[in-house]
T-cell receptor, first 117, second 109 residues
Framework: DAGVTQSPTHLIKTRGQQVTLRCSPI?????VSWYQQVLGQGPQFIFQ???????GRGNFPDRFSARQFPNYSSELNVNALLLGDSALYLC????????????????FGQGTRLTVV | GQQVMQIPQYQHVQEGEDFTTYCNSS?????IQWYKQRPGGHPVFLIQ?????EVKKQKRLTFQFGEAKKNSSLHITATQTTDVGTYFC?????????FGTGTSLTVIP
């Protein structure tokens, strides 16, 4: 079975531009989460979606938005890019939500390396 | 800002020595997970702890969740070169999921 796949793997954008990152979860997984990992730091939680609904949101500005499609794949959009948005963007999928938020193992994709110049 | 801190930030050990990383949260956590990230790689799930005072073992790795559910630790016995990487704790509090700052482990053969 394929793991979590993300596209593109690398991306270079100019300040002020918009970017869309894509994630396909493991087959059968209904929950997708997005993280931003700046070099040398831990991943920062951006969003979680489950069954196409937003179930969690981290402390990121409104320039960041996401959605989940009926096939459970997801897109992360970032508008008006800033230099500080340069990072590895990770997507993680989980099979379900149990009794609590993020209460199951998350499987991470390889990430999209975004560079803003 | 970051609410889950880990110490130490870096640790160099001789192969065969033990290693411990500590995770501390400013708020009570619903559960805590541990991940390992190899250089250039993505985080890989190791374990989840849910109960207060819980201890779990995976071969040479021992994970603990504090009684107050605000701290956790990962202990590796007799490190091997394959243990190299950054170890992150990640906890749930409210509707937020926080990764710790990570501990980068280097094992010297």
């Amino acid at each position: 079975d394929a793991g979590v796949t993300q596209s593109p793997t690398h991306l270079i954008k100019t300040r002020g531009q918009q970017v869309t990152l894509r994630c396909s979860p493991i087959s059968g997984h209904k929950s997708v989460s997005w993280y931003q990992q700046v070099l040398g730091q831990g991943p920062q939680f951006i969003f979680q979606y489950y069954e196409k609904e937003e179930r969690g949101r981290g402390n990121f500005p409104d320039r960041f938005s996401a959605r989940q499609f009926p096939n459970y794949s997801s897109e992360l959009n970032v508008n008006a890019l800033l230099l500080g948005d340069s990072a590895l963007y990770l997507c993680a999928s989980s099979p379900y939500l149990t009794t609590g938020f993020m209460n199951t193992e998350a499987f991470f994709g390889q990430g999209t390396r975004l560079t803003v110049v | 800002g970051q609410q889950v801190m880990q110490i130490p930030q870096y640790q160099h050990v001789q192969e065969g020595e033990d290693f411990t990383t500590y995770c501390n949260s400013s708020t009570t956590l619903s559960n805590i997970q541990w991940y390992k990230q190899r250089p250039g790689g993505h985080p890989v799930f190791l374990i989840q702890l849910v109960k207060s005072g819980e201890v779990k073992k995976q071969k040479r790795l021992t994970f603990q969740f504090g009684e107050a559910k605000k701290n956790s630790s990962l202990h590796i016995t007799a490190t091997q070169t394959t243990d190299v990487g950054t170890y992150f704790c990640a906890g749930v509090t409210g509707n937020q999921f926080y990764f710790g700052t990570g501990t980068s482990l280097t094992v010297i053969p």
